[in-house]
C-alpha cells in the first residue's frame, strides 16, 4: 500500500489528475467515498479530502455510517467528481486510522472547510490502485496503477 505522495511520485500523471480534482478551491474538496455496510452491501458517502504530505485523509464523522462501515472493514474506493471533458479519478485501497495526537493535531491544522468536531476520527487512504480516465480522439484513455504491495 502506498501514501498519497508516494502514488503521486510513482505516478505523477495520476497525481497530477487527483490533484486537479480533489483540490478544487472554486467548488470545495469533496469526493465520494465507498464502503459496505456489514451485510457487504455497498454504500456512498460524500468526504473531503484532506491533503498533508505525505498523505490523504479524511475526517469520518463519529456518528456516521462510512466511520462504522471503515471501522469494520477498512476497504474504501474514493472518487473525485467528475472534471472537465469527463476526466476521472479513482483510488482504493484500505484505510488507516490515525490514532498519534500529533498525527491528528497536524491533520486537524490542515482541514480547510469549516465545520467540523475535532474530536471526530480521522483515516489515512493508502492505495493499492488507481485509476484516471480523459479522453483522447473521442476514446477513452485510462491509466492505472496497482500496488504490488
Same mark, same amino acid.
Given at each position: 500500500?502506498?501514501?498519497?505522495?508516494?502514488?503521486?511520485?510513482?505516478?505523477?500523471?495520476?497525481? *497530477?489528475?487527483? *490533484?486537479?480534482?480533489?483540490?478544487?478551491?472554486?467548488?470545495? *474538496?469533496?469526493?465520494?467515498?465507498?464502503?459496505?455496510?456489514?451485510?457487504?452491501?455497498?454504500?456512498?458517502?460524500?468526504?473531503?479530502?484532506?491533503?498533508?504530505?505525505?498523505?490523504?485523509?479524511?475526517?469520518?464523522?463519529?456518528?456516521?455510517?462510512?466511520?462504522?462501515?471503515?471501522?469494520?472493514?477498512?476497504?474504501?474506493?474514493?472518487?473525485?467528481?467528475?472534471?472537465?471533458?469527463?476526466?476521472?479519478?479513482?483510488?482504493?485501497?484500505?484505510?488507516?486510522?490515525?490514532?498519534?495526537?500529533?498525527?491528528?493535531?497536524?491533520?486537524?491544522?490542515?482541514?480547510?472547510?469549516?465545520?467540523?468536531?475535532?474530536?471526530?476520527?480521522?483515516?489515512?487512504?493508502?492505495?493499492?490502485?488507481?485509476?484516471?480516465?480523459?479522453?483522447?480522439?473521442?476514446?477513452?484513455?485510462?491509466?492505472?496503477?496497482?500496488?504490488?504491495?
Amino acid at each position: 500500500m502506498h501514501r498519497w505522495k508516494e502514488l503521486a511520485v510513482a505516478q505523477p500523471k495520476i497525481g *497530477e489528475i487527483g *490533484e486537479k480534482l480533489l483540490r478544487r478551491p472554486d467548488q470545495g *474538496e469533496v469526493a465520494l467515498l465507498g464502503t459496505t455496510d456489514h451485510a457487504g452491501r455497498p454504500a456512498m458517502a460524500p468526504v473531503c479530502p484532506i491533503f498533508l504530505d505525505p498523505g490523504m485523509y479524511v475526517l469520518l464523522a463519529r456518528h456516521t455510517p462510512k466511520h462504522a462501515h471503515l471501522a469494520r472493514d477498512q476497504h474504501y474506493v474514493l472518487h473525485a467528481m467528475v472534471g472537465a471533458d469527463d476526466l476521472e479519478f479513482q483510488i482504493a485501497g484500505r484505510c488507516r486510522f490515525v490514532s498519534d495526537e500529533e498525527e491528528r493535531q497536524r491533520v486537524l491544522g490542515a482541514i480547510t472547510f469549516p465545520n467540523f468536531d475535532p474530536d471526530d476520527p480521522i483515516v489515512e487512504l493508502l492505495v493499492t490502485r488507481a485509476l484516471t480516465t480523459h479522453w483522447e480522439d473521442g476514446q477513452p484513455a485510462k491509466t492505472v496503477f496497482r500496488s504490488s504491495s
